[in-house]
């Protein structure tokens, strides 16, 4: 009769907790921005297929500067490295994510522009990369914008920034596309192709590469202004908590520490860490 008493007790404790779970709801093991560090997870959204930024690797670790970056701030929002979710974050799926609550926040090579910034809000910027071209170490035709005329240049299918520079730099310039990025540098490497362009940050991730190392080089010609942000949901208190982490990565030497590690083998020539909230046209 004991052990039934005791059976029907135990029976009763799981019941109960089972219905404070239910009443916690379905994303108990969302961050959702409390940074409690008490075993939630917090959603991270990444690129999974830039070298340098955000890779996940073929033994399933993810590298690069904006992991890096989105590391530190979960860090200080209260969470450890065990605690992250990543998610990959494509170039057209982000702001919806952020809409959908599918992530925390996003930290992939996001430029912030004023249409994306009706949608999402931007902590940050974190990074100002530029649009540049990356030819080959040993190639000193292209030595200004203009010398791309009559070259054949590459970019991936439905980049702005191969058209930005056949429309307003080099009219001249023979465009070629190709589905990825790996594709391009494979044409450059086999000179099939003359320079390959899009954000110098992309850039040089793919130059600092182990297999690439000292094959190629930036140009320099700083084509546009990207401002990296970390986009989250439009009204969420994130924001100034992930803008404080910044500043703090910034002051305590870890952003510099970030940008040695992932473009340093390709002699990136970054600019300086940017303030926040300080957007460069």
Request: charged fraction near 25%; charge should be negative; glycine fraction near 10%.
């Given at each position: 009769?004991?052990?039934?008493?005791?059976?029907?007790?135990?029976?009763?404790?799981?019941?109960?907790?089972?219905?404070?779970?239910?009443?916690?709801?379905?994303?108990?093991?969302?961050?959702?921005?409390?940074?409690?560090?008490?075993?939630?997870?917090?959603?991270?959204?990444?690129?999974?297929?830039?070298?340098?930024?955000?890779?996940?690797?073929?033994?399933?670790?993810?590298?690069?500067?904006?992991?890096?970056?989105?590391?530190?701030?979960?860090?200080?929002l209260g969470y450890?490295?065990?605690?992250?979710?990543?998610?990959?974050?494509?170039?057209?799926?982000?702001?919806?994510?952020?809409?959908?609550?599918?992530?925390?926040?996003?930290?992939?090579?996001?430029?912030?522009?004023?249409?994306?910034?009706?949608?999402?809000?931007?902590?940050?910027?974190?990074?100002?990369?530029?649009?540049?071209?990356?030819?080959?170490?040993?190639?000193?035709?292209?030595?200004?914008?203009?010398?791309?005329?009559?070259?054949?240049?590459?970019?991936?299918?439905?980049?702005?920034?191969?058209?930005?520079?056949?429309?307003?730099?080099?009219?001249?310039?023979?465009?070629?596309?190709?589905?990825?990025?790996?594709?391009?540098?494979?044409?450059?490497?086999?000179?099939?192709?003359?320079?390959?362009?899009?954000?110098?940050?992309?850039?040089?991730?793919?130059?600092?590469?182990?297999?690439?190392?000292?094959?190629?080089?930036?140009?320099?010609?700083?084509?546009?202004?990207?401002?990296?942000?970390?986009?989250?949901?439009?009204g969420s208190d994130?924001?100034?908590?992930?803008?404080?982490?910044?500043?703090?990565?910034?002051?305590?030497?870890?952003?510099?520490?970030?940008?040695?590690?992932?473009?340093?083998?390709?002699?990136?020539?970054?600019?300086?860490?940017?303030?926040?909230g300080n957007i460069?046209?």
């Amino acid at each position: 009769m004991k052990l039934r008493k005791v059976t029907a007790a135990a029976t009763t404790a799981l019941v109960l907790s089972l219905a404070a779970t239910a009443c916690g709801g379905g994303d108990g093991d969302s961050g959702s921005g409390s940074g409690s560090g008490d075993g939630k997870k917090i959603t991270i959204g990444i690129k999974f297929d830039q070298p340098g930024l955000g890779q996940k690797t073929a033994d399933g670790d993810y590298t690069g500067f904006d992991v890096d970056v989105a590391t530190y701030v979960a860090k200080e929002l209260g969470y450890t490295e065990d605690q992250i979710e990543w998610k990959e974050a494509k170039s057209a799926d982000r702001e919806t994510m952020l809409e959908r609550g599918d992530v925390d926040f996003i930290a992939a090579s996001y430029s912030i522009t004023d249409e994306r910034d009706k949608k999402v809000d931007f902590a940050g910027p974190y990074l100002l990369a530029h649009q540049d071209v990356l030819i080959r170490a040993d190639d000193n035709s292209i030595t200004k914008p203009e010398d791309l005329n009559n070259k054949n240049l590459c970019s991936v299918a439905g980049s702005t920034s191969a058209q930005n520079v056949k429309d307003t730099i080099a009219p001249k310039a023979n465009l070629q596309t190709y589905g990825g990025y790996s594709e391009c540098l494979t044409g450059l490497e086999n000179s099939a192709v003359d320079a390959l362009t899009t954000d110098d940050s992309i850039l040089a991730g793919y130059a600092a590469q182990e297999q690439f190392q000292g094959k190629f080089k930036l140009a320099g010609f700083k084509l546009s202004n990207e401002n990296y942000g970390i986009g989250v949901q439009e009204g969420s208190d994130l924001k100034d908590k992930i803008n404080t982490a910044l500043e703090k990565m910034v002051s305590d030497g870890s952003w510099d520490k970030a940008v040695e590690a992932n473009f340093g083998p390709a002699n990136y020539k970054n600019e300086p860490a940017p303030k926040i909230g300080n957007i460069v046209k």
